[in-house]
C-alpha cells in the first residue's frame, strides 16, 4: 500500500492541505496551510484545477479520488457529487433521492464527514428553505463559494 502525503494549494478563495495516496486525493482540508508546495505531476495537475475552479475556470475535476466512509456515506456523496455546479440541494432533498426519506440529519452528518469538499460539493447542500445550514470550513467560506458558483464565470476548462 502506498503512502500518504500531504501539500498546500493557494486558492483565491481560501488555502487548502491536499492529501494524497498513490494517485489519488484522498482528503482536502479547507483553510489550511503550512505544507509544502505540489511537487509531482500528478500534486501539480490537482492544484492546478482546485486553483482554476477557485477562479471560476473549473467546473468539474478530472482527478482520481479515494474518499473512504460508510456505506451510507459513500451513498449521500455520490448523490451529493450530481447536485450541478452553481446549484443546491436540501438536506432532505438528498435523503429523499437516496431513497431514505426522513433522513436529513443522518445526511447532514454524512456530508459532515465529507473528506474531499469541492470535489464532493457538500457547500451545494442547504437547509430546508434556502438557508445555509453548517459547513466545516465555515459559513463565510460556504457563501464565497455559492456565490463563485452562481457568478457564472466559468469559461471552457
Known amino acids: 500500500m502506498s503512502t500518504v502525503d500531504a501539500f498546500t494549494v493557494s486558492t483565491p478563495v481560501t488555502t487548502l492541505a491536499v492529501e494524497t495516496r498513490g494517485v489519488s486525493v484522498t482528503q482536502i482540508r479547507l483553510n489550511q496551510s503550512g505544507l509544502r508546495p505540489p511537487g509531482t505531476p500528478f500534486e501539480q495537475h490537482v492544484a492546478r484545477e482546485l486553483q482554476e475552479y477557485a477562479r471560476g475556470q473549473r467546473e468539474t475535476f478530472t482527478f482520481a479520488t ?65 438557508k445555509l445550514g453548517g459547513y466545516g470550513g465555515g459559513l463565510p467560506l460556504k457563501r464565497r463559494l455559492l456565490a463563485l458558483e452562481q457568478r457564472g464565470l466559468v469559461q471552457s476548462a
Open 66 to 130: 479515494a474518499p473512504q466512509g460508510t456505506a451510507f456515506d459513500d451513498t449521500v456523496w455520490r448523490e451529493v457529487a450530481r447536485i450541478p455546479y452553481g446549484a443546491t440541494a436540501t438536506y432532505g432533498e438528498i435523503a429523499q433521492r437516496i431513497g431514505r426519506p426522513g433522513a436529513a440529519r443522518a445526511v447532514g452528518h454524512a456530508n459532515g464527514r465529507n473528506p474531499i469538499p469541492l470535489v464532493i460539493p457538500c457547500h451545494r447542500v442547504v437547509a430546508a428553505g434556502g
